[in-house]
């Protein structure tokens, strides 16, 4: 993380303001003169549950002790990035590049906590959808332009070319688009409703990726909204069991516009048993947000695990009236 926020910085890409410490105490003591809320991040690999908002200085510091001091990343936690809090959407977009072209695909909408409205602690991703009617043809435009472009010709500047999936999550201030982090692989659950979405074949694309010719390629969507929601064992993100027999998956997918997507199982002896936390990633389409939600949700009734958790406001923001954000700039 520490890496992506000094490129960042230093190609003037839009981002929250940070500081970084590899020392418990001293980033406890910057902490004490910090304004609340705060973001405080492990710096390394945390399967998406390293980040912490920050509401007091207590709540700071216990979590620079979960990441220094209990060890409970490994050495993603030898350094820890303290982040500047921003207010608005968070918002995915993902996009193919060959180091020179680049292919954004449509936007996505992740829902990390593990409870209803957005309460509890981080996940890895509890459930996703796409389109999202936040993102404006204008503001697409603007992100490609001011974000997704710039990040590519970084990494060239920095002699550090890259060539894939670049994942970007954005949040959506009222001074415009700002990155709050990179991934450069395919997002859980983010990617599941959009691969629902796309009418065309990948493989040229992901060929024409490796191959130097995105400019060639292209991806043909379907006019549809997809809800993807996340099956998890009980207790995600703490302690769970796994080896717990999974029945209706069959009667799930009978509806042909249903993908039932493994994430965390097992199959020992031709059973499927949870293996994992986040164990299925259920998604449909439908003609509108309302209906791709209520198909989804459909599906995820069939199914059957004892200890079974999942949100039961996926992709809210898309069926209900939203609460306020700041508006954001499209120019």
Known sequence: ?????????????PAPSYDAFK??????????????????????????????????????????????KERRFGDSGNCVVIE???????????????GTNILPLDASQDHKPVFDGDEGPNTGGMGAYSPVPAITHRLYQKITREILVPTVHAMNREESPYRGILYAGLMLTADGPKVLEYNVRFGDP????????IQSDLVPVLMATADGALDQADLVWRNQSAVCVVMASGGYPGSYETGIEIAGIAEAESDKQVKVFHAG???????????????????ALGDTPEAARERAYGAVAKIEFEGAHYRSDIAHHAVEPMRSFPAVPEA
């Open 1 to 13: 993380k520490l890496f992506m926020r000094e490129v960042l910085k230093r190609h003037a890409i």
């Open 23 to 68: 020392n418990r105490d001293e980033a406890v003591a910057y902490l004490e003169h910090h304004h609340y809320p705060a973001v405080v991040k492990a710096d390394g690999l945390a399967a998406g549950k390293g980040a912490f908002v920050c509401h007091t200085l207590e709540e700071a510091r216990g979590a620079v002790d979960i990441i220094m």
């Open 84 to 98: 500047e809090f921003l207010e608005g959407q968070e918002i995915s977009i993902l996009a193919f590049t060959d």
């Open 190 to 197: 983010e990617t599941q409703p959009l691969l629902m979405r």
């Open 265 to 283: 199982t097992a199959n020992p002896g031709g059973r499927i048993v949870t293996g994992g936390g986040r164990v299925l990633g259920v998604t």
